[in-house]
């Protein structure tokens, strides 16, 4: 694909505290494309995002969002970016001193001067486009999960974002919703051209949306590619992915019980 | 194995202490960093995208300021009478029980009103704001504010601490007022002196310094009670206990600190 790359990521090592968290990490997001990070639960895949949204300070490597280094940018240059994002956090981040539609309007209402009426009818429009309409005078706390997640899209959504970050949009959802968000996403990406990251571990719902996949195994990348790439990789660790396989190699019973009896760290302490 | 092994009790307990020193410093210095950032998006803010907006503070001073009057009201009547109650006991001692109105003056409008209004207000706005914030910082709406381009102080922290700065001042000198007109009815029922009389003695005693002092001490605490509540629950890890922790903790710091900043101002200022 010739198309730009709106999201550079270059050898990006992370902590939290002592331990790594990522392990040099490169990758790149290309306009107008859905690429979705996935991985094992505990593999980095949130930290990925996180460091992308320039909520976490990196311990080296850097990233590059519409060609800004965000470790290096201004303040300025920073909100100017954060306007053409939207986030959906893994458990919709909603605020919940606000009721839903409130929460759609804030964006509008911290960062352009429309009127009131007009920022209520471009909320509407939103929570129209996530299947919501007439939930705006309910509190978060009175929507389901599955309502919770949608509304985080449609706030993350209400600035008309270049870039679009969704982290598990559709984990714990039932079929029929989780299938719609990924139609959502979807349309999206078609209709207003947006380059969207989409953290998952549903197998199905990635291969239906990811024009590529970024697969993390323990802070490392895995594989980059196409999903039939991935499908035909012949890599052992992809394969246990792709099989719904644990990762566990064969391990001999000797071993198993040093590990259960602790043995195994004490000879590594020692 | 020796005594002053890694894990001798006395080695453990100077690493706790230790620890623990570390963390207040820490504490003090996020406190000062908040201070200044605060300051930095109310005179500046509004250039830089992030104007603080007034119906927040608005609404932070209907719950920091106008809900507490009930409470306030209260507290500062049953302070002002037990001030009234003791002194006429003490000075009965000395048959100067007449003199008990310059004891009652000064020590509401010096002490007690801006104290107790303080630790009124920390344990009912302090803990508020902590566990708000640290919910907040749980359910990741911090970061979602800082995703969306939302300065999370300049859109959680100033409306608060101006809320503070302008309601805990007002409430002590609503509290300067009820404590004295409890006293002087006591006063008035147990030594027989008209409320006229004890209004004119006590306007007599006071003088706009008394007043100042007082109220400056409420100034400072404001400060106080809003950044150990920030600094608290931006500090908080794990789930719904670590809310109930920060909560907890910012209470009694914030308590700590007002009684300490009490102690030395009274020092400082009589010497
Ligand atoms: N705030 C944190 N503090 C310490 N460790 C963390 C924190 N957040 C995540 N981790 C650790 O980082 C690793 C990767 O986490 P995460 O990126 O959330 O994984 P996932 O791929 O499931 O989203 C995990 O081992 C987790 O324990
Ligand atoms: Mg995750």
């Known amino acids: ?270 | 194995m020796s005594e002053a092994g890694p894990f001798s009790p006395v080695v453990r307990l100077a690493e706790r202490v230790g620890r623990s020193t570390v963390g207040g410093i820490e504490g003090i210095g996020h406190g000062a960093s908040l201070l200044a950032e605060s300051i930095y998006w109310t005179c500046l803010g509004w250039r830089k995208h992030q104007p603080v907006r007034l119906p927040a503070v608005f609404s932070e001073m209907m719950e920091v300021g106008i809900r507490a009057i009930p409470i306030v009201m209260v507290l500062s009547a049953a302070i002002g009478i037990m001030l009234a109650i003791q002194g006429i006991y003490t000075l009965k001692m000395f048959g100067a029980e007449s003199r008990v109105v310059i004891g009652i003056a000064f020590s509401v409008v010096r002490e007690f009103a801006p104290l107790i209004t303080g630790i009124l207000v920390a344990g009912r706005s302090g803990s508020a704001l902590a566990a708000r914030l640290s919910t907040m910082k749980i359910n990741e709406e911090i970061d979602a504010l800082t995703s969306m381009g939302v300065n999370p102080v300049r859109f959680l922290v100033v409306p608060a601490l101006l809320a503070m700065l302008v309601m805990l001042p007002a409430l002590t000198f609503f509290s300067d007022f009820i404590s004295l007109f409890a006293a002087g009815i006591y006063v008035n029922l147990d030594l027989g002196l008209s409320l006229a009389a004890y209004a004119d003695q006590t306007l007599d005693i006071l003088s706009v310094d008394d007043l100042m002092h007082g109220l400056g001490k409420s100034v400072l605490f404001a400060f106080l009670i809003t950044l150990v509540a920030v600094v608290n629950g931006a500090a908080v890890t794990g789930g719904a206990e670590g809310v109930g922790r920060v909560t907890t903790r910012s209470v009694v710091h914030a308590i700590t600190a007002i009684v300490i900043t009490d102690m030395l101002f009274a020092f400082l200022v009589t010497h």
């Open chain 1, 1 to 270: 694909m010739a198309s730009r790359a709106v999201i550079e990521v270059r050898d990006l090592v992370t902590h939290y505290g002592e331990r790594m968290i990522l392990k040099g990490v490169s990758m790149e997001v290309h306009e107008g494309e859905v690429m979705v990070i996935m991985g094992g639960s505990g593999s980095g895949k949130s930290t990925l995002l996180r460091h992308m949204l320039s909520l976490e300070q990196a311990t080296s490597g850097s990233i590059r969002l519409s060609g800004v280094d965000i470790c290096t940018a201004s303040t300025e240059e920073m909100y100017e970016l954060r306007l053409k994002m939207g986030v959906a956090f893994q458990g919709g981040a909603l605020f919940s001193s606000m009721t839903v539609g409130e929460n759609i309007m804030l964006p509008l209402y911290e960062h352009t001067k429309l009127d009131h009426m007009t920022m209520e009818i471009m909320a509407r429009l939103k929570l129209e486009v996530v299947d919501l309409a007439g939930f705006e005078n309910l509190m978060p706390s009175e929507l389901s999960g599955g309502m919770v997640k949608r509304a985080a899209l449609a706030r993350a959504i209400v600035m008309d974002p270049k870039m679009l970050f969704c982290d598990e949009p559709s984990a714990g959802l039932d079929p029929v919703v989780s299938n719609a968000i990924d139609d959502l996403i979807l349309k999206l990406r078609d209709t207003m051209g947006m380059s969207i990251v989409v953290v998952t571990h549903e197998l199905d719902s990635a291969f239906k949306i990811a024009d590529r996949i970024t697969v993390l195994d323990q802070g490392d990348i895995l594989f980059i590619g196409t999903v039939d790439e991935l499908k035909n990789s012949d890599n052992q660790r992809i394969q246990n992915l792709l099989n719904r396989q644990s990762g566990e190699e064969e391990l001999d019973p000797e071993a198993y019980l040093r590990r259960l009896t602790g043995e195994d760290t004490l000879v590594k302490a020692a």
